[in-house]
């Protein structure tokens, strides 16, 4: 080992520029949250999110196997989300997934807020074993679903009470509707129902969580307004 040359070459070095940690500190981007209940004759629904927060999820809404797909929209999308729904499940669990997705719609809506500096786009493809699920979306202001999941015809419902796998199309039509979202949602592979609901939770939260992201400049759109 030359001591000598390495001594040389750091005093030769040019001055370092300042640490990161002197450069002002610019404050942290306040928490964009949302809050909202519902009431109808056929459900009572709460929910609030904070899409800056860190993936915390309580969802009770009378039917655990929806709560395990919300726990996983929460978490995957980075949300801070609560979820308290009561509806007809006498009927059938359709009001109460359907009325949750207009609610959790509307929340996003709401604390998106101007959408000014969100990167508006984003895409996954996400596996759960043998299913796989390719989700493309857009923070557009324009509801619009596409939603190509076949599950077949006599396929049983999910947990107790039932969740008819069906209703998931339901619930991303409520999400797109009230959030003003455009979504499409495909099936490349899946035979197992369970994983391929799940898996497009999945998918579409963490699109979300690309397409809510801050980067900076103005409303990302020619018209200027989302
Ligand atoms: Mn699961």
Known sequence: MNVSSGEQGRSSAPASPAPASFAPASPAPAHRRAALSR???ETSIEVSVDLD??????ASTGLPFF???LSQLGR?????????ARGDIEVDAHHTVEDTGIVIGEVLAEALGDKAGIRRFGWSLVPLDEALIEVALDLSGRPFLHYEVEIPPDTPPLGSPPFD????????????SAAGLTLHVRKRSGRNVHHVVEATFK??????RDAQLREGGGVPSTK???
Do not use: I, N
């Not at 796998?165 to 797109?176: H, I, K, N």
């Open 165 to 176: 796998p069906q209703l998931a199309e339901e619930f991303w039509r409520a999400v797109t």
């Open 67 to 69: 709560d395990h797909m």
């Open 53 to 58: 927060g860190a993936g915390s999820v309580a």
């Open 203 to 208: 998918s579409v939260a963490r699109s979300l």
């Open 224 to 226: 200027g307004t989302l």
């Open 39 to 41: 009431q109808t004759k």
């Open 76 to 84: 995957h999308a980075g949300w801070d989300l609560t979820v308290a």
